[in-house]
């Protein structure tokens, strides 16, 4: 076996250092009922690179790649072409295959690029203070809230109906288990909600996206200074961070805590994971967050060094009053996305940003020109939401079967709602073309 | 925004505000290392991106955007953001030389107990950036991924079968993400047979790991610790004390963090049953006994899968990780959504109850835990692993693990002391008696190794053991790499008994990118983002620029 170092001669040899028969000696402490005798029955046995390829060439071909078919779908996992550079640069088997640094003397590299990631997400939140990731966006958005708990020492979480679907069932969840109240307000598909009017004393947070599932764009400020005044906190989650390169950061609008979904910088679609979340908020609120901190120092010979930082928040030493269970964080899909934002740069995040308006712009209104197609939103980035003439579910499978990936149909994500059956969420970022546009348009024609 | 520092300064990297750097060196002098830029051949001085950046610099080239109404609701970002400039070259540079900072797997042996830093195929990553695998959205129409949920499912048969147990919960991002998931599904079992209520215990034992007892208060649980016996195992007459109707449940990882195999988990999965408490097992140690030992044999209800550890995800500095969750039947049915189902010929996502039903499957799931469906990335690295594997290879590897350990263990234990009797599994525990009165520390012993070239052991955990010192070679060192590493630690062993080695110890590391660093400082006056002021160097003529 390829990956096996140790040779028969080899395994003989320790066994008689170590002073054992066999290799069955060293697991005597089994209980022998437990003991397989032989390979685990009914699997395969080993392979070489060319099978295993192989196989993998066969999982592949059974879908289908919207890197070959015309693509429009977003919904929280945003397709944007990602620069060769980062991809090559997280294949290094030093950032690849190092761990967490525990010995900073020796995991500088990811240490640093750590610390410039969390640099680089306060800057485009418009935030204090950010964490070295979470695990992706939907989690960090349930850790935001455990967080808000803590600080407010309240129970009562209001989950805006703008919040992405799987979003608000994963907060829903948690406070299930966790024990603490999540009010859902109801699917917001016009981007009308007014929540302001629903906070009160008993409130730890208030959770809205922005821009929302729907697509709209909001402005939280009055939001914020209500769950100010009534001693709460605004969280405010991003899923497609891009948008940071053209819209108010939620840090000018009053948030407490960001959260975002770090994947449309440098992390592929990947069929929805690994992804990265990016996790910040106020200096005050430092301590409370869940989540692993890089912070500056020197060495013992004066010179800049970087550390884990405030670790006592943690489950390795806090054990069961730690912040967060937390253990991992996302670290390569971390440096992806700061591999990726370096490349941009301020000119290139935010022309990446301007395009990406736009070609959604041109979407909307090539798509809102069709007859029975209603455009649902006055204001978005990259994707907005069209009511049909007719359930959207059927429309999407009518349009794969002619080889287009024509967006979400909001009742896969909000099953059992007759409001939304007939909406449709439509994204377009920078990768689409007229190419592309034109046989979606043709093809709803066709199918409406 | 600072436009640029002089570059023998930027590479010096400065000192921190109050950090008492060691005499400032202007531009032009030569740095502590004796050279002009303070480079040490391969080892470049590195500064920040955000000293390095100009505005006319960008490191990609996106076309003109056509001219469109806005649609932005007034909201236009009014500010600039302030990230820098570099160009392509520049980037690359800057994280190669970064990487070279680090320690690696692909460098050499990094025995971290209980981390599992096994080989990382590079088929794997290959296979995972084929296009019709890793260029998949999770929300398109499920007819046109069935290859991809196929594929999840082939990964799942693969891990019920090598644990024994009849399902899995594939969504868990990560291990500590697979407890939160199992200890759900414990407490909706007990919700099921309304016992929730007054099952409140959650025994674990003292050499636990940390994310152990940080999942079951996070659920309301209390935590109740169980003392290990002398042999450095679940001490089963403390632990049959504890048991009582007020149980839900046991979190015990086994093999056990001191690297040891719970020889009586038969008995205790009996006494937990007999109370009609549940057996949370914590699979991070799965190597040891993968391919030869399925836990469903000892009575576990639950344990989650490190893919990252056993099968070989690339650790990645960090993250990202996966933990499957496998499950007994009485757990199954509250895995969470969502359920990969096959429907005749064809592959389902159940993302809600009314598709559990249409499809005509019996479940109550706990809910959600992640958006999308589960780390797919690290899925197919995991199978590409297994399968290169396959159940001869993977029986293999435990075997080889655990010889590699208790190779170790042998070669040491005269100069070393171990913390239990022997044989180990995949990783051999020391504790710091070896070093009694010789003024070194468990942490300057690690530190020296480092001066070696190695990446350190686990240092001070498990919590049980005084000093403890954690090694765990992995399947993959060859013997000539472990005698190697054999030799340099009977060294270290032989240098500290000296008695008079402790300063030199306190020293190391004296030839890592970085010396000792101070922590204390670190966590006393945080510095977590770069800030123009943090720290320009004295007179630097870019300060004013910077603000």
Request: negative net charge; contains cysteine.
């Amino acid at each position: 076996m390829r990956y096996l170092p140790l040779t028969d001669a080899d395994r003989r040899e320790m066994l008689s250092v170590i002073g054992a028969k066999s290799v069955d000696d060293l697991f005597k402490d089994v209980p022998a009922s437990a003991r397989l005798g032989a390979k685990v029955a009914g699997l395969p046995d080993h392979q070489g690179e060319l099978e295993v390829e192989r196989a993998f060439q066969a999982f592949a071909a059974k879908n289908v790649s919207p890197g070959t078919a015309p693509f429009f779908i977003g919904a929280g996992a945003y397709r944007h072409h990602v620069p060769s550079t980062v991809d090559y640069m997280i294949q290094r088997g030093e950032f690849l295959t190092s761990y967490t640094p525990y010995q900073p003397e020796i995991t500088q590299g990811t240490l640093q690029y750590l610390f410039e990631f969390q640099t680089q997400v306060t800057l485009l939140t418009g935030m204090e203070v950010a964490n070295a990731s979470m695990y992706d966006g939907s989690t960090g958005t349930a850790e935001a809230v455990l967080m808000a708990n803590r600080i407010t020492r309240r129970h009562k979480a209001l989950i805006s109906g703008g919040l992405h679907p799987q979003y608000r069932s994963i907060i829903e969840t948690t406070a299930k288990w966790e024990g603490f109240k999540a009010v859902l307000s109801k699917a917001d598909a016009e981007g009308l909600e007014d929540l302001i009017a629903s906070v009160d004393k008993d409130t730890s947070c208030v959770v809205v996206q922005n821009p929302s599932f729907f697509g709209h764009v909001r402005d939280f400020t009055k939001l914020a200074e209500a769950c100010h005044a009534a001693g709460a906190l605004l969280i405010v989650v991003v899923t497609e961070v891009v948008s940071l390169g053209l819209l108010k950061p939620p840090g000018d609008m009053g948030a407490d805590i960001v959260v975002c979904e770090g994947q449309s910088i440098g992390n592929g679609l990947g069929f929805g994971g690994p992804y990265v979340g990016l996790f910040a908020t106020r200096d005050k609120y430092m301590r409370q967050m869940p989540g692993r901190l890089v912070g500056e120092t020197v060495d013992a010979d004066g010179k800049r060094g970087f550390v884990l930082t405030l670790s006592t928040r943690e489950q390795h030493i806090r054990r069961e009053k730690a912040t967060s269970n937390i253990c991992t964080n996302a670290g390569l899909c971390a440096l992806a996305f700061t591999v990726h934002l370096t490349l941009l740069g301020e000119a290139g995040f935010t022309r990446l940003s301007e395009l990406n308006h736009a070609k959604a712009s041109q979407l909307a209104d090539k798509v809102s020109a069709i007859a029975g197609v209603k455009l649902l939103n006055d204001s978005f980035f990259n994707e907005f939401t069209v009511k049909l003439p007719k359930p959207a579910a059927p429309v999407v499978e009518a349009l794969a079967a002619k080889g287009i990936l024509g967006g979400l149909p909001v009742s896969r994500l909000i099953p059992n709602d007759p409001s939304v059956e007939n909406l449709l969420l439509l994204a377009a970022t920078e990768t689409a073309t007229d190419m592309g546009m034109d046989p979606l348009v043709a093809a709803l024609k066709e199918v409406l | 925004m600072v436009q640029s520092l002089d570059r023998s300064q930027g590479r010096e990297g400065g000192g921190r505000e109050g950090g008492g750097r060691a005499g400032g060196v202007a531009a032009g002098a030569t740095s502590t290392h004796g050279t002009f830029t303070g480079n040490r051949a391969l080892q470049i001085e590195e500064p920040l991106i955000f000293e390095m950046g100009q505005p006319g610099r960008c490191g990609v080239d996106l076309p003109e955007p056509p001219k469109v109404k806005d649609r932005l609701n007034g909201l236009r970002r009014a500010r600039t953001i302030g990230l820098p400039g570099l160009s392509e070259p520049q980037v690359v540079q800057h994280y190669t030389r970064l990487s070279q900072k680090n320690y690696a797997i692909d460098m050499g042996v990094y025995p971290l107990g209980s981390c599992t830093m096994k080989h990382n195929p590079r088929i794997n990553e290959k296979v995972a950036r084929f296009a019709g695998i890793g260029d998949l959205h999770p929300l398109q129409p499920v007819s046109t991924v069935q290859g991809a949920l196929e594929l999840i499912d082939q990964l799942a048969h693969w891990l019920k079968t090598l644990t024994g147990m009849p399902a899995v919960a594939m969504s868990p991002a990560a291990g500590a993400h697979g407890e939160m998931c199992g200890m759900m599904a414990i407490a909706a079992a007990l919700e099921a047979k309304g016992e929730r209520a007054k099952r409140k215990v959650v025994l674990a034992p003292e050499s636990a790991h940390g994310t152990n007892p940080a999942t079951a208060a996070a659920l309301g649980f209390t935590v109740k610790p169980i003392p290990a016996n002398d042999r450095g195992r679940v001490d089963l007459a403390a632990l049959k004390a504890a048991l009582g109707p007020d149980v839900a449940a046991i979190m015990l990882t086994n093999p056990n963090t001191c690297g040891l195999f719970e020889s009586e988990i038969v008995e205790i999965s009996k006494a937990v049953h007999d109370v009609g408490a549940y057996f949370y097992c914590d699979g991070a140690n799965f190597n040891a006994i993968v391919g030869r030992v399925r836990p469903g044999d000892l009575g576990v209800d639950c344990m989650h899968i490190n893919l990252h550890k056993t099968f070989s995800t690339p650790h990645g500095g960090g993250g990202p990780g996966a933990g499957p969750v496998v499950l007994s039947a009485a757990l199954a049915p509250y895995a969470p959504y969502p359920w990969i189902v096959k429907d005749g010929d064809t592959w389902r996502v159940a993302e809600d109850g009314g598709a559990l039903k249409s499809l005509g499957v019996d479940g109550a799931p706990l809910g959600r835990l992640k958006a999308f469906h589960g780390q797919m990335g690290m899925f197919t690295r995991a199978l590409a692993y297994i399968m290169s594997h396959g159940a001869d290879g993977l029986k293999q590897v435990a075997e080889d693990a655990v010889l590699s350990a208790n190779y170790v263990m042998a070669a040491l234990k005269d100069v070393m002391s171990p913390a239990f009797e022997g044989p180990c599994m995949h990783e051999a525990l020391f504790d710091d008696s070896f070093l009694k009165d010789t003024g070194v520390s468990t942490l300057d012993f690690a530190k020296a190794m480092i001066d070696e070239g190695y990446h350190p052991m686990t240092m001070y955990f498990p919590l049980v053991v005084h000093g403890a010192m954690l090694i765990e070679p992995t399947e993959s060192q060859a013997k000539e790499d472990l005698d190697q590493f054999i030799g340099a630690l009977r060294s270290l062993t032989e240098r500290a008994k000296t008695g008079t080695a402790a300063e030199e110890f306190k020293a190391a590391p004296r030839f890592s990118p970085r010396r000792r660093l101070d922590e204390t400082l670190a966590a006393r006056k945080p510095i977590l983002r770069w800030r123009p002021s943090n720290n320009p160097p004295e007179g630097d003529p870019m300060k004013q620029a910077a603000e």
